[in-house]
Each structure stands twice: as structure tokens, then as C-alpha cells.
């Protein structure tokens, strides 16, 4: 018995949901069965029916049937995406095509860069603008430029911008230039140089500068010329007479001065020779008498065993 019990009022529950369900989902009712919030009744209460409100819907029958479709919730016709009725339900660049109800784009208008020519892009406001180094005629080019086949070609000789030259040039207007600094023939140097066509840089002639560093270490720049720095040398000429040159300094020569402190202790200097002072001897016979030697240790002359100079001796 309490099964059939729960059996009946399952049966009943389920009957009662249906019925509600199907009531909602009803395209069309009859008024004396009560018209819902978004319908009006018409024909009278007895006989009439229910439509829906003008701009409401009950289902998409109530719409336009190619462009829109019913908001089962608000029961509004709301615009199928990419469709519309008017040219104000598009873009301003597009206009409405009242046969397919969806947008197309304007004349002389784009979307993107299909509506456009393939030497053209899309801009943001829509209009189809030439590709940089696209061209429709020669109006499209630079003035050092032709158009070919839809691309702006430089003419010979001329240019648009630094990549049309070498790395060692500028564009300068349209035109290849040596770039400051750089050469390309001797001609693009000063005087006192000559281009390097390896780096395409202007470098020094020989014995030349510009600076002291393009010079010897021993020398220096003065007007573009590398002269000896002060008490340097680069051959025996560039010293005194007196002098050689060492190692690019000037030294003295042997048994040479310029002050006695150049010469030994028992000798002093003159004429840039070093002399062997009175009553001192340079270790040779010469500078002693016949009958005497040099002590090697004094400087000094000594009488020879058993030879003299005096009776005393």
C-alpha cells in the first residue's frame, strides 16, 4: 500500500513539473489560461491568444528569422553575432547586406589584409595603405626609384637609405657618400695619408701622423711629421759626435765625455775626450818616461827595478 502511495505521488509531481515546463515552452496560449509578463492578449479573454509584446519574443519565430535570435531568459531578440538589420548594427566601415542580414564591408574600405591588394596592408582606420617598398606606379617611389612589378626598384647610382650603400658610406639625399673617418681612394684622405682599402679607414704615410701613438715610442707627432723626442736617437747621426746611438738613446762612445765625471778618477774631460791628469798614468808606457811603468793600481809612474831617475834612486 505505501508503495502505490509513493508510486501516485511521483506520478503526480512529475505531471505537475511537466505541465509547468510545457506551459513556459508554449509558443502560443489561449488568454483564458493567463498570458505571460512579456505577452498581451488578443481576441478577448474567452477566445483570444497570447503574443508576444512588440520588441519582445517567445521563441525565434517572433525575430528576424535570418538575423536574430530569442533570449529565452529576457525574451528579447538579440542580433546573431556578425548579423544585423541596419547599417548602424555594424561597423563604420561596413554597411548592412539586407539580403544575407550580415555585415559587409564598405568600398574602399578593409576588414584586413585579404580586402586589400597583396602590395597592401590593412590600417587601423580601415583603408588599404601601401607597403613600404610596394608600389602601384612610380608616384609610390622615391625619386630615386622605378616601380617593377609592384615593388619600388633604386635606379643605379642613387639610394634610400644606408643599407642601399656600403658599410663605409651614408645615404645622403639618395645619393652613396664616404662617411666621415672613412675613404675609399686617397682622394678621401688628408694629405699626409693614405686609404687602407682593406678597412676603407685613412692611415698615416710612413714617418706620418696624426697622433703621437702613430708614431715610434721614441718619437713623437709634430704637423703631421713623427720627429725624435728630446734625447732620443734613431742612428748614430742624430747623436753629438761624441755619441752613438743605443736602444734609440745616445750614449757615449768609448774614452768620450761631456763632463769629467765621465771619464776615470785619474783623468778628466776635454773636448769631449777624456785626458789623463798631470802626474797619472792610463795604463800604458806613453804617459810615463822610458825608464818607468804605470802602476795599474794608482795610476801613477814607478822607476823600473834597477833603472833611476835621480841618484837617490
Do not use: M, P, Q
Given at each position: 500500500m505505501e508503495k502505490m502511495l509513493e508510486f501516485l505521488f511521483l506520478t503526480f509531481f512529475f505531471s505537475v513539473l511537466f505541465i509547468s515546463t510545457a506551459w513556459a515552452a508554449l509558443p502560443r496560449i489561449q488568454c483564458m489560461f493567463?498570458?505571460?509578463?512579456?505577452?498581451?492578449?488578443?481576441?478577448?479573454?474567452?477566445?483570444?491568444?497570447?503574443?508576444?509584446?512588440?520588441?519582445?519574443?517567445?521563441?525565434?519565430?517572433?525575430?528576424?528569422i535570418v538575423a536574430e535570435t530569442c533570449n529565452e531568459e529576457t525574451h528579447y531578440c538579440e542580433l546573431l553575432p556578425g548579423h544585423c538589420i541596419i547599417d548602424d548594427d555594424c561597423e563604420w566601415w561596413e554597411y548592412c547586406d539586407q539580403f544575407l542580414k550580415i555585415c559587409e564591408t564598405e568600398s574602399g574600405y578593409c576588414a584586413d589584409d585579404i580586402?586589400?591588394?597583396?602590395?597592401?596592408?590593412?590600417?587601423?582606420?580601415?583603408?588599404?595603405s601601401i607597403r613600404e617598398g610596394r608600389c602601384e606606379n612610380d608616384a609610390d617611389c622615391f625619386s630615386s626609384e622605378t616601380c617593377e612589378d609592384t615593388y619600388c626598384v633604386k635606379i643605379g647610382g642613387y639610394c634610400n637609405n644606408a643599407y642601399d650603400c656600403e658599410w663605409w658610406e651614408e645615404c645622403s639625399s639618395h645619393e652613396c657618400v664616404v662617411m666621415y673617418g672613412?675613404?675609399?681612394?686617397?682622394?678621401?684622405c688628408e694629405s699626409h695619408e693614405l686609404c687602407d682599402v682593406g678597412s676603407h679607414s685613412c692611415k698615416p704615410m710612413p714617418g706620418k701622423c696624426n697622433y703621437d701613438s702613430d708614431c715610434e715610442w721614441w718619437e713623437r707627432c709634430s704637423n703631421h711629421n713623427c720627429v725624435?723626442?728630446?734625447?732620443?736617437?734613431?742612428?748614430?747621426?742624430?747623436?753629438?759626435?761624441?755619441?752613438?746611438?743605443?736602444?734609440?738613446?745616445?750614449?757615449?762612445?768609448?774614452?768620450?765625455c761631456e763632463y769629467s765625471s765621465d771619464c776615470n778618477w785619474w783623468e778628466y774631460c776635454s773636448n769631449h775626450n777624456c785626458k789623463t791628469k798631470s802626474g797619472y798614468c792610463d795604463n800604458?808606457?806613453?804617459?810615463c818616461e822610458f825608464y818607468e811603468t804605470c802602476n795599474e793600481d794608482t795610476h801613477t809612474c814607478e822607476t823600473f827595478e834597477g833603472r833611476c831617475s835621480t841618484d837617490d834612486d
Open positions: 493567463g498570458c505571460r509578463d512579456y505577452e498581451e492578449c488578443i481576441g478577448g479573454t474567452l477566445s483570444g491568444w497570447c503574443y508576444a509584446k512588440e520588441g519582445r519574443c517567445n521563441t525565434g519565430i517572433d525575430c528576424d580586402d586589400c591588394e597583396d602590395w597592401e596592408y590593412c590600417e587601423t582606420w580601415h583603408d588599404c672613412y675613404c675609399n681612394t686617397g682622394s678621401d725624435l723626442k728630446t734625447g732620443y736617437c734613431a742612428v748614430d747621426s742624430d747623436c753629438d759626435g761624441w755619441e752613438f746611438c743605443l736602444a734609440h738613446e745616445c750614449e757615449l762612445r768609448y774614452d768620450r800604458t808606457w806613453e804617459d
